[in-house]
């Protein structure tokens, strides 16, 4: 069984500050690493990818990939009230029958006026 | 863009009624899935389709079915519908034999069962 797993939270922060999310995951053949944002009852939005060891910024979100610590994060600079939102981690592996997405339950962010 | 779509945001359906949720996405993508959410559990794959007419069942394929007659469009029957399938069902695409590619959400179906 893969599994990806996240700190469910709630984590809080004040506005300005930096939010950092944190996802490991168990499958070491697991390639390609996203990030969605969920905003309460709606559908799942993606805003970053990683598919290389390292970090890959844009603008205010950073998103870091360690592949032999199996662990992924994403980092958001300058947090506004508007980020509140749930933050999942999802992990892609091409099996025989295509690819396969593994998702982590997710993390609730409030980011604090 | 990627648009998956799917045919109801709500739906309110009666327990043992038979319940069709229908997707469409418009980019040519080879995979979908079906997904329900439930507070605290996270995203639960129900069934996925990596072709026309292939299935393979996901982590809680019981109580459901799917149907994929054509390349755009992947549906999930409720063969009878029970309190315990209220839930938001998420459709999703994404090409295969590429991994490097996200999947895409369609907006959901809030679907209660009374």
């Known amino acids: 069984q893969k599994e990806v797993e996240q700190n469910s939270g709630p984590l809080s922060v004040p506005e300005g500050a930096i939010a950092s999310l944190n996802c490991t995951y168990s499958?070491?053949?697991?390639?390609?690493f996203f990030w969605y944002r969920q905003y309460s009852g709606k559908s799942p939005e993606l805003i970053m990818s990683i598919y290389s060891n390292g970090d890959k910024e844009d603008g205010r979100f950073t998103a870091q990939l360690n592949k032999a610590s199996q662990y992924v994060s994403l980092l958001i600079r300058d947090s506004q009230p508007s980020d509140s939102a749930t933050y999942l981690c999802?992990?892609?592996?091409?099996?025989?029958?295509?690819?396969?997405?593994?998702f982590g339950t997710g993390t609730s962010l409030t980011v604090i006026p | 863009d990627v648009k998956v779509t799917q045919s109801s945001r709500y739906l309110v359906k009666r327990t043992g009624e038979k319940v069709f949720l229908e997707c469409v996405q418009d980019?040519?993508?080879?995979?979908m899935f079906w997904y329900r959410q439930d507070p605290g559990l996270g995203l639960r794959l129900i069934y996925f389709?990596?072709?026309?007419?292939?299935?393979e069942k996901g982590d809680i394929p019981e109580g459901y079915s799917v149907s994929r007659e054509k390349k755009e469009r992947f549906s999930l029957i409720l063969e009878s519908a029970s309190t315990n399938q209220t839930s938001m069902y998420l459709c999703?695409?994404?090409?295969?034999?590429?991994?490097?590619?996200?999947?895409?959400f369609g907006d959901g179906t809030r679907l209660s069962i009374l």
């Open positions: 389709s990596y072709d026309v007419k292939m299935k």
């Open positions: 999802a992990v892609n592996s091409l099996q025989n029958t295509g690819n396969q997405f593994y």
């Open positions: 999703a695409s994404s090409p295969i034999d590429r991994e490097n590619q996200p999947q895409h």
């Open positions: 980019m040519d993508h080879e995979n």
């Open positions: 499958d070491r053949v697991s390639q390609s």
